[in-house]
């Protein structure tokens, strides 16, 4: 499988794999705003990888 990462956003899977929690977890972050999302034109959503980064680094 191949990841693209588009302008620094990551698709919920990537952003799981990522934090190394479950792809539901992250769905779960989402809904009590512990992480942010950009909702793409089509519908989907994606998570700042700047976000995720600050999350690993321990920032907040």
Known sequence: ???T???GLLTPREAAKL???S???TYRWIKRGW????????GTF???RVVVDRI???KK
Do not use: A, D, E, W
């Not at 992480?35 to 089509?42: A, D, G, I, S």
């Open 56 to 58: 690993l680094l321990g």
């Open 1 to 3: 499988m191949v990841t």
């Open 23 to 25: 792809k539901c977890s």
């Open 19 to 21: 934090l190394k929690i």
């Open 35 to 42: 992480l942010p999302k950009v909702t793409m034109p089509n």
């Open 46 to 48: 994606r998570i700042p």
């Open 5 to 7: 990462i588009t302008n």
